[in-house]
């Protein structure tokens, strides 16, 4: 019953967090954009398209879409090796940070609230 709660808290919290990131950002990010952009930001070392659609299990071509958007946004930036034109990196930049850190305070809040909600019931 207590795995069963912890379950249905965490499913409320990733609600309240969708439905935040919703209204409080001028932008909407479809789930893969999003995951595009997670591995990007939590990725130890130069990411780069090759090991995104690895670690997300989808085609170069997927993740190349997603940065289409994720680019024009401003969250992401790809660079083209110098050494091997066929690798590309995808860096971080500024509005990409900007952007986690409000995600960060949205999850935080989320659970917060989820939290004294169960001490509540």
Known sequence: MLQQEAQDAAIKAMRE??????????MTLSMRQLAVFMVCYFCNGECTVLYISEALSVSQ????????????????????????????????T???LAFLGDLHATVARSARRESLMMLDS
């Open 94 to 96: 500024l509005a990409g």
């Open 17 to 26: 967090i969708v439905v935040r990131l919703v209204r409080q950002n001028n």
């Open 61 to 92: 071509t997927v993740v190349r879409r997603a940065m289409d958007t994720l680019d024009e946004l401003g969250l992401t930036k790809r660079r083209v090796d110098p050494r091997d034109g066929d690798v590309v990196f995808v860096e971080q």
